[in-house]
């Protein structure tokens, strides 16, 4: 009987040991040129939120959070960003604050064209889905090392993880919107003339936006999760506390941490959801709009929520 110690080994481990140092070595340019934007983009977010008095940066979260999610959802996130202040650890909430801001920008900065590509490509998609199902499965301290290896320690390759993490659910979801738009429209705006710019950018991602900004807050979600593993390899913020907490055998500091990072992960999950809740209260059936479109009603812009004017001069 033939047993698994008998079967030849592959050194696996050791080709990718080599591979990830080789790349390290001879491609360091373009690792720095990465790191460049995700440093000073970070540095300055930090710099702002650690610069703003508290009570502003209350009153500010609070007339945000109010105007795009509600009053309950603003009263809430104002009275979370107090208790964190209470609990001594308001500068490290900012510094995880902006990384998550910086990573949320990055995400969609390169998520949404990629979705893009691959809602209009079902080659790109074929490349892309099997990449995004081995980067959405990997455990998130399996990012660490490749990090380390090839961007060293600190915030800034804490950073690059997180925006590695996160920007997974933001291409699928951009992908998935584009491509749950109803065909009865998208063949309307052929009807009209519009051209394969004018189709995407005034038909199929407005109509799109609330599966996409979904796929926001699942980014945010997986960034708030990642900022604190990758507190492992130096990065700063509430991670850190709750990392130090757990070396010292210091269960309260711990706790602290761990109860600041619930707070504003809710409070960012809150705000996130209510953006991508469709609005529907207004808004007029399928059948409607398409013969609205197919009309050439003037009020067809309205209803449809998509801009067809510079269709109507291309027909």
């Not at 702002?48 to 500010?60: H, R, T, W």
């Not at 910086?102 to 998520?111: E, K, V």
């Not at 949404?112 to 080659?123: K, L, N, T």
Request: hydrophobic share 55%; charged share 15%.
């Amino acid at each position: 009987m033939i047993k698994a110690d008998d079967l030849a080994l592959l050194p696996f481990d050791v080709w990718i040991q080599e591979g990830v140092r080789w790349v390290a070595m001879n491609l360091r340019p373009v690792f720095l040129t990465i790191k460049w934007p995700v440093e000073t983009l970070l540095g300055f977010n930090e710099r702002l939120l650690n610069a703003v008095p508290f009570p502003l940066m209350v009153i500010g979260v609070f007339l945000l959070a109010w105007r795009l999610a509600g009053v309950k959802t603003a009263a809430f996130a104002g009275l979370s960003l107090v208790a964190i202040a209470m609990l001594g650890v308001w500068s490290e909430a900012m510094t995880t604050l902006s990384l998550i801001a910086t990573a949320i920008l990055f995400c969609t900065l390169i998520g949404i064209p990629i979705g893009i590509a691959c809602a209009r490509s079902e080659r790109v998609w074929s490349v892309m889905r099997p990449v995004l199902d081995i980067m959405q499965t990997t455990p998130t301290f399996v990012y660490l090392v490749p990090v380390v290896m090839l961007f060293g320690v600190g915030t800034v390759p804490g950073e690059v993880a997180v925006v590695t993490a996160a920007a997974p659910p933001l291409i699928r979801f951009t992908n998935l919107g584009i491509r749950m738009v109803e065909q009865e429209l998208v063949e309307a705006g052929l009807a009209f003339g519009a051209d394969g710019r004018q189709l995407l950018w005034e038909v199929q991602l407005p109509l799109a936006i609330p599966t996409i900004l979904g796929g926001l807050n699942q980014t945010v979600l997986t960034a708030m999760v990642m900022s604190v593993v990758v507190a492992m390899i130096g990065a700063e913020g509430l991670g850190l506390v709750v990392l130090q907490g757990l070396g010292r055998l210091d269960v309260g500091r711990a706790a602290v941490g761990g109860i600041a990072i619930v707070l504003l992960a809710m409070v960012l999950d809150r705000v996130t959801q209510k953006l991508a809740e469709p609005r529907s209260g207004n808004r007029p059936s399928l059948r409607k709009t398409v013969r609205n479109l197919l009309r050439g009603n003037s009020d067809a812009k309205k209803d449809a929520g998509v801009g067809i004017g510079p269709l109507k001069k291309a027909a």
